[in-house]
């Protein structure tokens, strides 16, 4: 009898152990599985945060923020090449009117493309327009351009003429002799000459019997000169 009952008393208590056994084992490897989950959920924020660093994706700025000025057109400087000028006049629309060669000068008579230029320092807005242009270079660098009114246009005042040059040439400074008839209450100009004249071509300048007037233009930021010294036999 002893011996039964010791025999199911080892019966239960190896039942019982298997079941301890089963239910530590059950709750360990949840417990093992909940950790996994964490590292996976923690490993995969690292990453997102990584990416998020090394690629961001940004969105564009509205489209008023993106927006600029009109562009400005190429500008002009004494001594640039024959070819880069022409490239200027070519992107503005001039045309082409005649040319003349005398050994190493050259003379091109252009109708410009009416373009509209910005003077510095105040930004102001001046087009190229109202007269045709002698462009003059030697050994093909620009020297010299001579402008006369253009009939179909309404010519030049002396302020906007100056205001061109310094919108044209806005890093040179430039010596404009220009002449105005003093019965014209309007100031019109009715020749200039933007820094000088190759000697194979002097007589081209001061056809009409007027006196000259001369304005030195400097660059930005000193103001554009109005104030000239007129009165000048060229």
Same mark, same amino acid.
């Given at each position: ?7 199911? *008393?080892?019966?239960?208590?190896? *039942? ?11 709750? $360990? ?39 600029? !000025? ?10 640039? #090449? ?12 001039? $045309? ?28 102001? #807005? ?5 007269? &045709?242009?002698? *462009? ?59 820094? &000088? ?23 930005? !930021? ?13």
């Amino acid at each position: 009898m002893a011996i039964r009952i010791n025999f199911y *008393i080892c019966i239960v208590v190896a *039942i019982a152990a298997v079941l301890f056994s089963s239910i530590v084992y059950t709750r $360990s490897a949840r417990s093992q599985t909940r950790q996994a989950r964490i590292r996976t959920s923690q490993l995969s924020d690292i990453a997102a945060n990584a990416d998020e660093k090394l690629g961001t994706v940004r969105t564009l700025p509205s489209l008023q923020t993106r927006a600029r !000025p009109p562009l400005q057109p190429s500008t002009l400087h004494l001594g640039m #090449l024959e070819t880069q000028f022409f490239e200027y006049a070519k992107d503005n629309n001039w $045309s082409a009117i005649s040319t003349i060669h005398r050994d190493e000068f050259t003379v091109h008579n252009l109708q410009p493309g009416g373009e509209g230029l910005y003077a510095l320092p105040d930004r102001k #807005l001046i087009y190229v327009r109202g007269f &045709t242009a002698n *462009i003059y270079f030697e050994r093909d660098r620009l020297v010299g351009i001579r402008l006369t009114p253009d009939n179909r246009d309404r010519p030049l005042t002396a302020p906007e003429l100056l205001t061109l040059v310094r919108a044209w040439f806005p890093d040179d400074v430039l010596s404009v002799l220009y002449q105005v008839a003093p019965t014209d209450p309007r100031k019109s100009i009715a020749e200039t000459l933007i820094g &000088t004249i190759p000697k194979a071509f002097e007589r081209d300048l001061g056809k009409l019997s007027l006196p000259f007037c001369r304005a030195i233009v400097f660059p930005s !930021p000193v103001p554009v000169n109005t104030l000239s010294t007129c009165n000048l036999n060229i």
